[in-house]
Antibody
Framework: QVHLVQSGTEVKKPGASVKVSCKVS????????LHWVRQAPEKGLEWMGG????????IYAQSLQGRVTMTEDSSTDTAYLEVSSLRSEDAAVYYC????????????WGQGTLVTVSS | DIQLTQSPSFLSASVGDRITITCRAS??????LAWYQQKPGKAPKLMIY???ALHSGVPSRFSGSGSGTEFTLTISGLQPEDFATYYC??????????FGGGTKVEIK
């Protein structure tokens, strides 16, 4: 069973950057394809991107390309999501999730990290 | 990007009812579709993958069907814990794993 634990709430000013972490247990991070999804207040789910383990590359949603960076530290089994040049519309709950451990879907999820963007 | 259109966006139902939610894709996606359940303040939970395969621990009253561009999620015998928002997601185009807009199921 995979367990994902994310870092805590962040409050940032417009223009700043935020880095959210996702600690994996139960599996080695290098065995997983880790993805990120966000949800603005009272809105639906937005896929942000993820790591394609087969092709060894990170794929980003086109709408976020250039402002989002996803990295991994295999020594600590921790994945990171950094969003730069924050805007008010980046205020959301950010989730990490694994793709395809059990089935072809986002099967295990972190608890979410709230990011507030306010001057 | 492949667009997913869910209908209805809101559904009012009673305990014991049978309900169906539809998800339509803008182009064929084979059976590369998943359904998630989300309750307020909680992370989404995977319910169904590959259009019709039940995720571990999901009650058998949930079922999924479809392929190509039209998919359905059916709950047979709605239980109080099933009132939530449901999302479909396509996993056919790996460059953009888009979600549908969601269907909120509320108690009548």
């Amino acid at each position: 069973q995979v367990h994902l634990v994310q870092s805590g709430t962040e409050v940032k000013k417009p223009g700043a950057s935020v880095k959210v972490s996702c600690k994996v247990s139960g599996y080695s991070l290098t065995e997983l394809s880790l993805h990120w999804v966000r949800q603005a207040p009272e809105k639906g789910l937005e896929w942000m991107g993820g790591f394609d383990r087969e092709d060894d590359k990170t794929i980003y949603a086109q709408s976020l390309q250039g402002r989002v960076t996803m990295t991994e530290d295999s020594s600590t089994d921790t994945a990171y999501l950094e969003v730069s040049s924050l805007r008010s519309e980046d205020a959301a709950v950010y989730y990490c999730a694994t793709l395809g451990v059990v089935g072809a879907a986002l099967d295990f999820w972190g608890q979410g990290t709230l990011v507030t963007v306010s001057s | 990007d492949i667009q997913l259109t869910q209908s209805p966006s809101f559904l009012s139902a009673s305990v014991g009812d049978r309900i169906t939610i539809t998800c339509r894709a803008s182009q064929g996606i084979s059976n590369d579709l998943a359904w998630y359940q989300q309750k307020p303040g909680k992370a989404p939970k995977l319910m169904i993958y590959a259009a019709s395969a039940l995720h571990s621990g999901v009650p058998s009253r949930f079922s999924g069907s479809g392929s190509g561009t039209e998919f359905t999620l059916t709950i047979s015998g709605l239980q109080p814990e099933d009132f939530a928002t449901y999302y479909c997601q396509q996993l056919n185009s790996y460059l953009a794993l888009t979600f549908g807009g969601g269907t909120k199921v509320e108690i009548k």
